[in-house]
């Protein structure tokens, strides 16, 4: 029991479940008073959830589809500071990697890139602005072997892919970063343990949770109240993966 008296249990759901649309036996048999989703998971199977007309709270994924309350980083603003950090370093050509479909989350950290190139009045270079890629080591370093120009500095949507991409400098004998830079967006483990750790945007998740708890418990007194969408401020975490441009 926690200390506002409530019980929280954790259901796990895989990728076959999800491929599926398969929920949890307990999530259909017993009778919950609230329910949180954490992270992304396709909107086919959260319609499915929503469906049991519990009161939810969706942590760190939205979708205009998606009728509930959430709670998520400043997708857009943290990815403008990010970019505009390394413009502020001397930085003209900056890459893009993620998968801008894969998650709205995604794509605002798309937009507030591109918002900040326009704002500094450089271009949005479609040559380095790889914008669909799976999370995995052989597809980027295979996306990267094809570009035809390769930008001083990039940024990147969440923590795994700057770290697959701080893997392939390495292993092509860059200098990081005397010769690319690189910012990416979530403080996970990866960006501490790339050599040298990532710059990053940073969400203090523990506040996070306790706004999604205290989000639940106002849903649970107000169950006809609008739905809210509170978006929690980022900070830029200065590390050793990102410098000046050396002309």
């Not at 507030?112 to 890629?133: D, E, F, M």
């Not at 205290?214 to 050793?240: D, K």
Request: aromatic share 10%.
């Amino acid at each position: 029991m926690t200390a506002r008296g409530f019980y929280l249990s954790t259901l796990a759901v895989g990728p076959e479940a999800i491929a599926s649309n398969l929920l949890p036996r307990e999530l259909k048999e017993k009778n919950w008073r609230g329910i949180f989703i954490l992270s992304h998971i396709s909107d086919v199977f959260v319609k499915q959830i929503l469906a049991l007309d519990v009161p939810t709270v969706m942590i760190d994924h939205h979708d205009p589809h998606l009728r509930t309350d959430t709670i998520l980083s400043q997708n857009k603003d943290g990815a403008f500071v990010a970019t505009e950090h390394l413009i502020k370093l001397g930085h003209e050509r900056i890459g893009f990697v993620g998968d801008v479909d894969f998650s709205p989350s995604y794509e605002e950290r798309f937009e507030g890139y591109s918002k900040a190139l326009r704002h500094y009045q450089l271009p949005v270079n479609s040559n380095y602005t790889i914008t669909s890629i799976k999370e995995e080591q052989a597809a980027l370093f295979q996306a990267l072997e094809g570009l035809k120009e390769l930008p001083s500095a990039w940024f990147c949507v969440n923590s795994g892919l700057g770290f697959i991409l701080n893997s392939y400098f390495q292993s092509k004998g860059f200098a990081i970063p005397e010769q690319v830079s690189i910012v990416c967006f979530d403080n996970t483990e990866f960006a501490i343990l790339a050599q040298p750790p990532l710059t990053t945007m940073c969400t203090d998740l523990r506040f996070m949770g306790r706004k999604a708890v205290e989000t639940m418990e106002w849903r649970l007194r107000n169950p006809s109240a609008p739905m809210v969408n509170i978006a929690i401020g980022t900070e830029l975490i200065l590390r050793e993966s990102a410098g000046e441009f050396r002309h």
